[in-house]
């Protein structure tokens, strides 16, 4: 089966810019998570979405993040404004849900950003 | 709240020596932890969960609730082991929690 994809890989912006994230989740994955991935840090859950609607977004710094997941699907992360503590690589996973799930996360390759 | 604690941030054993990669954990309900694993330029992975009970790669992990750690080992260490492992805990209607990761470099 296809595995999460996620773009763009790289992104170098300027602080106070705005960036956007894609993941396009394993087809039939209920379940969608976006991670921030300090250097020298575990992954940190942002949001988690169940199919298209919010389960989980304490850790996520509304006043400059938004993220959405239409039609339970693809999904998108925004951040607006970026600051220099944003550099970081964004990790977007998926997991199904069904009977005999095993709550495996399927990770993307990651967007790996740098706010100058 | 819920923590994972990895002491260690760099492990280095020469070759088929035995590894135990450290994992603490802090939480309040019924605990499920996982360890994953992400080799140089790849994704990160499943390595094992507790509840499988498994070894995986001759990896093998006990939950102790006692001393709520579960420790990541491998009794005789290969070269292509060398990878980022991060410990995960469940919890809260699928939430992960993941420890900041110990780096396993395993020498010739």
């Known amino acids: 089966e296809a595995g999460v994809a996620q773009s763009p890989r790289y992104k170098i912006i300027e602080k106070r810019q705005s960036v956007a994230f894609w993941c396009n989740p394993i087809?039939?994955?209920?379940?969608l998570y976006w991670y921030q991935q300090i250097l020298g840090q575990g992954p940190k859950l942002l949001i988690q979405f169940q199919n298209n609607g919010v389960v989980d977004d304490s850790q996520l710094p509304k006043d400059r993040f938004s993220a959405e997941r239409l039609k339970g699907v693809d999904s998108t992360l925004k951040i607006q404004p970026a600051k220099l503590e944003d550099s970081a690589v964004y990790l977007c996973?998926?997991?199904?849900?069904?009977?005999?799930?095993?709550?495996?996360?399927?990770f993307g390759p990651g967007t790996r950003l740098t706010v100058t | 709240a819920q923590r994972v604690t990895q002491p260690e941030k760099l492990l280095s054993v020469f070759k088929g020596a035995p590894v135990e990669l450290k994992c603490n954990y802090s939480?309040?309900?019924?605990?499920?932890l996982f360890w994953y694993v992400q080799y140089s330029r790849q994704r990160l992975q499943l390595l094992l969960r507790?509840?499988s009970r498994e070894s995986i790669k001759g990896f093998t992990a006990d939950l102790n609730k006692g001393e709520t750690s579960f420790h990541l080992k491998k009794p005789f260490a290969q070269e292509e082991d060398s990878a980022m492992y991060y410990c995960?805990?469940?919890?809260?209607?699928?939430?992960?929690?993941f420890g900041s990761g110990t780096k396993l470099n395993v020498k010739p």
């Open positions: 995960a805990l469940r919890y809260n209607f699928n939430k992960f929690y």
């Open positions: 087809s039939g994955h209920a379940t």
């Open positions: 939480y309040s309900g019924s605990p499920e």
């Open positions: 996973a998926s997991s199904s849900q069904g009977p005999g799930s095993s709550y495996e996360q399927y």
């Open positions: 507790h509840i």
